[in-house]
């Protein structure tokens, strides 16, 4: 039972435009969520994080934007670059449920130059 | 050291025999996760420690996996009698919290032929 999912396995996107990269969950109970960045052979980075008060959170180039009625997040990258190019895994978790996290099955992002 | 360590880096076994892994993790993080992703899914929780309370073993897929954390720190997960289908990449992330994120290893690839 995937409780969190990426629904576009893939995106491309041309240098200095935006990427979108959406994420959606089930559970309601969900009260954080983090984006993490993940290049081949490499394990995950933390990328930006979001808890369920904000639905906004922006960190240089990067804004997480978080819709709780629609149990929907997404993450923004402003303007693309080629380096941005990995797969992006979203995680959320749940407080009360001890803090593990669950993650989405990915989206790989290509910035094409 | 710096970041999360996980040895072996690769790890060729053949069926039945037994595994093990080691995650050493960032110095003072109370809390670490295994993790593991097989060829095209998503990161798929197996186990969680935090501080001195009990693991959430409740990702591990069956009863040839287990995993322990000696004295807070390193922690090693082994499967006994391996199968084809535990071939994966194993990843080990540990943290001080949600709000920090968590740092992962680079992940111990595992083929079992």
């Known amino acids: 039972d995937q409780q969190v999912k990426q629904n576009s396995p893939s995106l491309s996107v041309q240098e200095g435009r935006i990427s979108i990269l959406n994420c959606d969950y089930t559970?309601?109970?969900?009260?954080?969520f983090l984006w993490y960045k993940k290049y081949p052979a490499e394990g995950p980075t933390f990328l930006i994080s979001?808890?369920?008060?904000?639905d906004k959170n922006e960190d240089g180039r990067f804004t997480v934007f978080l819709n709780k009625s629609a149990k929907h997040l997404s993450l923004h990258i402003v303007p693309s670059q080629p380096g941005d190019s990995a797969v992006y895994f979203c995680a959320a978790s749940a407080y009360r449920s001890g803090n593990q996290f669950y993650f989405g099955t990915g989206t790989s992002l290509t910035v094409i130059p | 050291g710096a970041g999360v360590s996980q040895s072996p880096s690769n790890k060729v076994t053949e069926k039945g025999k037994d595994v093990e892994l080691r995650c050493d993790p960032i110095s003072g993080h109370t809390a670490l996760y295994w993790y593991r992703q097989s060829l095209g899914q998503g990161l798929e929780f197996l186990i969680y420690?935090?501080?001195?309370?009990?693991?959430?073993k409740s990702g591990l897929p069956s009863d040839r996996f287990s995993a322990e954390r000696t004295g807070g720190s390193v922690s090693t997960l082994t499967i006994q009698r391996t199968q084809q289908e535990d071939s994966a990449v194993y990843l080990c992330?540990?943290?001080?919290?949600?709000?920090?994120?968590?740092?992962f290893g680079s992940g111990t690839r595992l083929t079992v032929v």
């Open positions: 420690f935090q501080g001195n309370s009990a693991p959430d």
């Open positions: 979001i808890s369920s008060i904000k």
């Open positions: 992330a540990s943290g001080q919290g949600s709000s920090y994120g968590y740092t």
């Open positions: 559970n309601s109970m969900f009260d954080y």
